[in-house]
C-alpha cells in the first residue's frame, strides 16, 4: 500500500489477500487463535521480546524434520480448517513448510514485519487516491482475522471486498486463478 501511495494515479489499484485489517485496538488480537495472539500481543506491546522466541523457532525448524512439523502446526494452532489441510495434503504442507523458511531466513525482518502489521497502519490508506480501485480477499474460514470484521472495515474505508466460503489462510494457495482473475477485473473495471 505504501507504494501504491507513492505511485498515486500510476497504479491500477490495491488487492490484499488473507492480511485482515489494520489492528485499532487490542481487542481484536484477543479474539484470536493462541498462536497468532501471543505473537501479535507481544508485538503490539513489546516488540523487541519477539526476538529471541523467533530465534529459538527458527532453530527449531532448520535443525530436524520433527521441529519443522511443529511450526508448520503451531502457525495452523486454533485453524482447525487450514490445520486439517496441512496435514492431509502435501502441496499445502509445502507451501506453508516454504513460506516459514523463507520467513525464518531473516528473523529480525520477519520480527519488524508482524510488528508493523500487529500496529494500527491506518496511515498507508492516507496515501491512496480515492479513485484507485482497493479490494480485500479473505477466507470465511479464516480464524485470524474475522471475516464480519473484514467486511465492516471494507465498507468503512471505501474498498471492495470478496468473500470465499470453504476457504480460510491457506485461500491464496488454493483460489491462486480465482483471486488472479478478481484482480483484474477489480483493476479493469475502474
Not at 532448520?62 to 492431509?88: C, I, M, P, Q, T
Not at 523463507?102 to 508482524?114: C, G, K, N, P, T
Request: hydrophobic share 45%.
Amino acid at each position: 500500500m505504501a507504494l501504491a501511495g507513492l505511485l498515486g494515479e500510476r497504479c491500477d489499484g490495491v488487492a490484499i489477500v488473507s492480511t485482515g485489517v489494520r489492528i485499532k485496538s487490542l481487542s481484536t488480537i484477543l479474539k484470536m487463535p493462541a498462536s497468532s495472539r501471543r505473537t501479535f500481543l507481544v508485538a503490539r506491546l513489546s516488540p523487541s521480546l519477539l526476538y529471541a522466541p523467533h530465534r529459538v523457532a527458527a532453530n527449531d525448524f532448520h535443525l530436524s524434520k520433527d521441529g519443522e512439523d511443529r511450526l508448520v502446526r503451531y502457525f495452523f494452532e486454533g485453524h482447525a480448517h487450514d490445520l486439517n489441510r496441512v496435514e492431509n495434503d502435501p502441496f499445502f504442507y509445502k507451501a506453508i513448510r516454504n513460506l516459514i523458511a523463507f520467513s525464518f531466513q531473516d528473523v529480525e525482518r520477519l520480527v519488524h514485519d508482524v510488528t508493523y502489521w500487529a500496529q494500527d497502519w491506518s496511515q498507508l490508506l492516507n496515501g491512496l487516491p480515492k479513485s484507485m480501485p482497493k479490494l480485500s480477499i479473505v477466507g470465511a474460514e479464516n480464524r485470524q482475522f474475522k471475516t464480519q470484521e473484514v467486511l465492516a472495515w471494507c465498507e468503512a474505508n471505501g474498498w471492495q471486498a470478496s468473500v470465499f466460503e470453504d476457504e480460510g489462510q491457506l485461500l491464496v494457495f488454493s483460489k491462486a486463478a480465482d483471486i488472479a482473475e478478481l484482480i483484474v477485473q477489480q483493476v479493469t473495471n475502474k
